[in-house]
């Protein structure tokens, strides 16, 4: 009996080795994720995800330090794509809390500054000096980052509200009777 | 003629004994009507006339945009009191740009274009613009452009126009009676749409359910050559336009395509009525037979109503309602959608209203799946209805689209026949709903970087020319300190 | 006026419902199980009901510790019909032991752990039925013969208490082999089949199924008629019981005629055992059996085949319930893999092809 057991533990002890020998020398690099989920991104440098920019929100998210929710402008299809791509699952994340918004530019607030203009990510908001701006809503993507420039807190970011084309049936409840 | 089986399908009880006697009454004109304009599948139409406005019965109210639309007529005379937004009959009860048109009482005519003098003489184009100006859409319910449907004879060799009077819908007999009592209109509009399609042999389908209505298109045909009529097999969903199509040619359309692509184009009779109408007598689509039915309404009936007519003016002419009512639909109970207020007008694609009390419902809390395969063997379109509501209460929706959910066709003969009364198509329309919004989201994501890159470059750009205006200026500023030291060694 | 618009179409609904499909599976075996309690006595009767109770009543413990609503689905009738048919593919005379371990196993583990009603992968009474046979086959092989209910020298009302509840074996009963277990002693003895076929009881005998047997197994002709019952009412199709009789007739025949002495007929296979039952009632269940038609073929080839490998070659008598169980295994492949054709797609999932001629 105790030649098995000794037989087993040597076994067990030089296979181990063997396993971590090989996790320490024989490991791949996975370098090219960080690209592959960067061009996923919108690539506003919104900032919105906590990170100075998308390319360290992708290199947070190669090394796992990220959630795949954080990308607010990107929506529920940009979360939905990294979380395939990394092969984690979404639940628990609540990528849809605010639903899609929009920037609006109170006109009796604005100054004209072109602060906001300048700094918009894809050139939504038109304006000139002393001009009052407004926004483009087709090309806003809603990053947040004109509202936290406006000197006077003349941008707000709204709920875009369905129309015809965008409302759907919402998902049936799945809770069953016998709960 | 040979008929083909088709797979599955249900048979429901049809009801339609409440209405099916019951000759087309006309509504009178009510006081107020909302016209709102898209009642068509594609763009809305463009509102062509001002607030204030005195119109005629007829005129054109909204101009179709863009290939794919249709436009709005008044169907009768009076004032154009307002263009706003109103509530749409749509289940999302939404607001939607309305034309609200106050009735005079003189139901004057306005001058209505020419009547084409004889059809079968003039160009296809001729017939489809006809069409297209009188605001003609598919009327069996999916309102599609009837000129644009016309028009499939251009890229497709076709042989068949195939005429639906199956209405295979319970409750709804607009199409029955129709058929009864204007055959010849009916027969007539076809053979103009076979003319504008080219198509060389018209076919009628009714489902035998309708003895009456077979006979009078079979009294109108008698001596044309190229005009046959089928009675097809009572069983639901024999309406639709594929299935139609298979059972009545035997021919399968292909996956994404279109029936003119096995050289069949369906239509509606209630459309060929009307195209009958807009081509022999110039008068553009102003209103539509519905039938009002359930047992919580207590007149049930086959009402010619105009466009525009508050579905509640619709049901106090039917009586009211018996009471408490489960659910008010707009279409038949299968592939209706329910009607958000009763101040929402009646619009082209409304077929009928139903009145339906918890009984006729029969809503029952789901119980679970017990995976029985009774949803599986009467799917029409051959997909598995129990695995794809299965992945889509999982949020799988990839997952769900790729074993068929975008072939499905919301007939709901699986939520029909489900023991466990499992809202399967329910699960469906969000599941394709949901799928729509993440395409657009996905687009909307790439259109974003198009944007940044595009600012980008942008910014680039004005550096470029910042740096190159700088070494511009540096240069000259050079040149002239030289000239100066020049001069001054001279 | 406002109402209601939370809910998608359809709406309207067949009046089906899943009680209602449960009750129609009981009326269909209730003319079997009336004449099998009639054939084993007052015994038998106390082992169905026990079986039965125990069924239901811990379908009620486990739906309380799962917080759900009992009354709701205590009244579908899962619970009622899984205790039937675990009744039926008992020996008659169990002791209420073994039938109260084979419910917890069929209703508490089978069923319950694997998430309730619509979750189980695998068939429930067979389950509850298997672990039992496994654990404990002194009983579960301890087959009486008949002894009719009103009929002298029968156990009477009080008897049978002491016999299931007592485990008093002294009664004067004949233990008896069913049909398929004494075929299969008599060949490890060395004995051919073709003369222990003689032994048994006709065929006669073995359809109407007045010999030893499980509670479930002696009448071939009721259980069919109970069958035919719920093909007329749809409740089942043909495609599951066609496969499992017919693949077993076709193997037991070939079998039979290249080695008589080795091999039992095909109208043996059918008419023995649990066959029918089998083919109509347990490899039938809905939940642990593929949901389109040609996989209820295959699935029903894969029951007949196993059958027959495990009555003709492996150590067990009876085979059905462990080919159920062995085919609900595979039952998910199945489904992946045998899917429906789509209309306007080929059977590969690619839209159809268009000719030039559009057909």
């Not at chain 2, 049809?14 to 009510?30: C, D, F, G, M, N």
Request: one cysteine or more; hydrophobic letters at 45%; a neutral charge.
């Amino acid at each position: 009996m105790l030649i098995a057991v000794g037989g087993l533990a040597a076994m067990g002890v030089t296979l181990g080795g063997l396993l971590g020998i090989a996790a320490r020398y024989l490991t791949v690099e996975a370098d090219p994720l960080e690209a592959e989920l960067q061009a996923m991104l919108p690539g506003s440098q919104c900032g919105q995800c906590g990170f100075v920019g998308c390319q360290q929100f992708a290199a947070a998210l190669a090394e796992g330090h990220a959630s795949v929710a954080a990308c607010i402008p990107g929506g529920k299809a940009t979360a939905e794509a990294l979380a395939h791509r990394l092969g984690v699952s979404l639940d628990g994340h609540d990528v849809e809390d605010t639903g899609p918004t929009v920037a609006f530019i109170n006109e009796d607030l604005c100054i004209g500054c072109l602060r906001c203009a300048n700094d918009c990510g894809t050139d939504a908001i038109v304006g000139a000096v002393k001009q009052v701006h407004t926004v483009i809503t087709d090309v806003c993507h809603a990053c947040g980052k004109c509202a936290k420039v406006c000197p006077t807190e003349a941008i707000t970011m709204r709920p875009v509200l369905p129309t015809l084309a965008t409302w759907h049936w919402s998902k049936p409840d799945s809770s069953l009777s016998a709960s | 003629m040979k008929l083909f089986p088709i797979k599955g399908g249900i048979h429901p009880e049809y009801r339609k004994e409440l209405t099916s006697e019951k000759p087309i009454v006309a509504l009178p004109i009510p006081s107020v009507l909302t016209l709102p304009v898209q009642q068509h599948m594609g763009a809305a139409a463009s509102t062509v006339v001002q607030v204030g406005e005195r119109v005629l019965k007829g005129q054109m109210l909204a101009r179709g945009q863009g290939f794919v639309s249709a436009p709005v007529h008044a169907p009768t005379s009076g004032t154009i009191v307002a263009i706003e937004d109103r509530m749409a009959p749509h289940p999302s009860g939404l607001p939607m740009r309305t034309i609200v048109l106050e009735s005079d009482g003189k139901d004057e005519w306005a001058e209505l274009p020419a009547p084409i003098a004889d059809p079968f003489t003039a160009t296809p184009q001729q017939i489809r613009a006809r069409v297209a100006e009188s605001g003609i859409v598919g009327l069996g319910g999916a309102t599609f452009p009837s000129a644009v449907k016309l028009g499939l004879g251009d890229k497709n060799k076709l042989e068949i126009l195939l005429l639906n009077g199956a209405e295979c819908e319970p409750y709804l007999t607009c199409d029955d009676r129709l058929m009864r009592e204007y055959a010849a209109e009916v027969v007539d509009g076809a053979l103009i749409m076979a003319r504008a399609l080219g198509a060389p042999q018209v076919i009628i389908a009714v489902e035998e359910n309708k003895p009456q209505a077979f006979e009078a298109i079979h009294n109108a045909i008698r001596t044309k050559l190229n005009v046959s009529l089928v009675a097809v097999p009572v069983q639901y969903p024999m309406g639709a336009e594929r299935h139609l199509t298979q059972a009545v040619t035997g021919r399968e359309t292909p996956a994404r395509k279109l029936t003119a692509d096995v050289g069949v184009v369906v239509h509606n009779v209630a459309t060929a009525r009307a195209v009958h109408h807009a081509v022999r007598h110039g008068k553009p689509l102003l209103s539509r037979i519905v039938t009002v039915s359930g047992l919580g309404v207590v007149t049930p009936n086959n009402i010619e109503v105009p466009l525009g007519t508050p579905v509640e003016a619709l049901l106090a002419f039917c009586g009211g309602l018996t009471g408490e009512i489960k659910r008010l639909i707009s279409g038949g109970p299968m592939m209706g959608q329910p009607i958000p207020d009763t101040r929402v007008p009646v619009v082209k694609g409304t077929s009928g209203v139903l009145a339906l009390t918890a009984a006729e419902a029969n809503e029952r809390p789901t119980q679970p799946c017990i995976r029985c395969g009774t949803c599986v063997s009467i799917c029409p379109c051959g997909l598995v209805p129990v695995e794809m509501a299965a992945l889509i209460r999982n949020e799988r929706l990839e997952e769900a689209a790729a074993i068929g959910l975008r072939d499905c066709v919301s007939c709901g003969s699986c939520s029909y026949i489900c023991p466990s009364y499992v809202p399967l198509v329910h699960y469906f329309n969000y599941a394709k709903g949901r799928l729509n919004a993440l395409d657009a989201e996905r687009r909307k994501t790439e259109q974003t970087k198009a944007l940044v890159a595009a600012r980008n470059a942008r910014l680039e750009r004005v550096a470029q020319a910042k740096r190159e205006a700088a070494a511009a200026a540096a240069r000259a500023r050079a040149e002239s300190q030289t000239t100066d030291v020049n001069k001054a060694e001279a | 006026m406002k109402i209601a618009v939370n809910k998608s179409g359809p709406f309207t609904h067949a009046p089906s419902s899943v009680s209602r499909t449960m009750a129609l599976v009981l009326a269909a075996l209730l003319p079997a199980t009336l004449y099998d309690i009639w054939l084993f006595g007052w015994p038998a009767a106390l082992m169905f009901l026990v079986t039965v109770l125990s069924c239901v009543g811990l379908e009620a413990l486990c739906l309380l510790l799962s917080r759900r609503s009992v009354a709701n689905t205590l009244t579908d009738g899962s619970a009622v019909l899984t205790g039937w048919l675990l009744a039926m593919s008992m020996p008659p005379w169990t002791p209420w032991w073994v039938c109260v371990i084979a419910a917890i196993f069929a209703i508490c583990i089978a069923k319950h752990a694997f998430g309730g009603l619509g979750q189980n992968v695998f068939n429930p009474a067979m389950v509850g039925r298997i672990a039992v046979l496994v654990s404990f086959p002194l009983p579960m092989t301890s087959f009486v013969a008949p002894s009719p209910l009103f009929a002298s020298g029968s156990p009477g009302f009080l008897d049978a208490f002491r016999i299931i509840f007592g485990g008093s074996h002294g009664f004067d009963s004949l233990s008896a082999a069913s049909a398929l277990g004494h075929v299969k002693t008599e060949l490890s003895r060395g004995i051919p089949v073709s003369h222990s076929l003689a032994d048994i009881p006709d065929f006669t005998s073995l359809v109407l199924g007045s010999h030893a047997g499980s509670f479930g197994e002696t009448s071939a002709l009721l259980i069919l008629l109970g069958g035919a019952f719920l093909l007329a009412k749809r409740v089942i199709s043909w495609h599951t019981p066609v496969a499992v009789i017919t693949t077993l007739l076709v193997f037991g025949t070939v079998a039979n005629l290249i080695d008589p002495a080795r091999y039992t007929p095909g109208w043996f296979h059918v008419m023995s055992g649990a066959t029918m039952l089998g083919a109509f009632f347990i490899a039938t269940d809905y939940v642990t059996s593929p949901v389109s038609k040609a996989g209820q073929l295959v699935f029903g080839f894969g029951v007949g085949l196993l059958t027959w490998v495990i009555r003709t070659y492996a150590g067990y008598p009876e085979g059905m319930a462990f080919a159920v169980l062995l085919m609900n295994a595979l039952t998910p492949i199945i489904d992946h893999s045998v899917r429906p054709r789509a209309f306007g797609r080929t059977r590969k999932g690619e839209p159809l092809p268009l000719n030039e001629e559009s057909k």
